[in-house]
């Protein structure tokens, strides 16, 4: 029996890291590309006029007209609550990648792990499992390790 693939839209204003996802997911028979855009001013349309499982969002994609960080991801979850999330990402701050998690983001990559880990992260997200990279699963585990205890002796 053949499934049906996931639609995914990339988000991400660096045309490399575009095309470079964009080839890793040509290799990916279980998913397919719908469009790519380079900011949040492109995106919105394109959630509009096309069908998307999973959107793959970079985190920092300055100048789009609806915003980007947690204010795009907000918006996101506002206006296309089912929609898939995952968040490509430079960012290392620990703290920061967990508040993206609790908005309801499924998947995290950082751009420093190897970028094969999109197809599964997409697989994975489109099913309702969350799926974090090696690096951000260390940066998350490690910011929750040097947290502050909250128990008094």
Not at 27 to 38: I, T
Request: charged share 25%; net charge negative.
């Amino acid at each position: 029996m053949k499934t049906t693939p996931v639609r995914v839209i990339i988000a991400d204003d660096h045309p490399v890291i575009r095309f470079g996802l964009a080839h890793v997911l040509d290799d990916a028979p279980d998913v397919h590309l719908m469009c790519a855009v380079n900011d949040s001013t492109d995106l919105i349309p394109a959630l509009r006029s096309h069908a998307c499982d999973v959107l793959v969002t970079d985190y920092y994609m300055p100048k789009g007209r609806f915003g980007d960080g947690m204010m795009l991801i907000a918006y996101l979850r506002k206006h296309w609550p089912s929609l898939g999330l995952i968040v490509y990402t430079i960012l290392n701050d620990g703290e920061q990648l967990d508040a993206i998690r609790r908005l309801g983001v499924r998947g995290i990559i950082s751009k420093k792990d190897d970028p094969q880990h999109l197809p599964t992260a997409i697989l994975a997200v489109q099913r309702g499992e969350e799926y974090l990279s090696p690096e951000v699963e260390s940066l998350i585990r490690t910011e929750h390790l040097n947290a502050p205890s909250t128990h008094q002796a």
